[in-house]
């Protein structure tokens, strides 16, 4: 599963609000949409991406929770969160290593300014069993 990240700022520039940081362009949109749309056609052809969703901005997001036993309900986003998952892609390929490079390739995806500074992505094994998890 290759995780990725953004924050909320991020996901407010790319709505075209002013930040104080880059502003995202028509143009920044359609071609990250196009970087995308292109490199999932890649990994469908391949036999490699079982499924990928980008989620709704973290505004949007609902914290569930236990404090002494009581379950609490949060809404998003949370001040002391600065990044949040924003999509995954699941991917079953031959290796750890070949994931490591389909989340290098999506890396590459055009982003206006300096966006790309602070991006990351987390590549994580998916266990298929109990006796995956090795306890």
């Not at 292109?38 to 391949?46: A, D, G, P, R, Y």
């Not at 490699?48 to 809404?75: I, K």
């Not at 699941?90 to 790309?116: K, N, Y």
Request: overall charge negative.
């Amino acid at each position: 599963m290759i995780l990725s990240y953004a924050s909320q700022q991020d996901i407010d520039e790319m709505s075209g609000k002013d930040t104080g940081r880059v502003t995202w362009s028509q143009e920044d949109m359609a071609a990250m949409h196009q970087f995308m749309s292109t490199v999932n056609k890649e990994l469908e052809e391949s036999g490699e991406l079982v499924e990928t969703r980008a989620l709704a901005a973290p505004v949007h997001t609902r914290r569930m929770g236990s404090r002494d036993g009581v379950p609490f309900v949060t809404d998003g986003p949370y001040a002391e969160t600065q990044e949040v998952l924003a999509g995954y892609w699941i991917v079953e390929c031959e290796s750890f290593d070949r994931a490591t490079e389909i989340a290098a390739r999506l890396g590459q995806c055009p982003f206006p300014g300096e966006v790309m500074a602070n991006a990351y992505a987390d590549i994580r094994p998916v266990v298929e069993s109990a006796e995956d998890l090795g306890f």
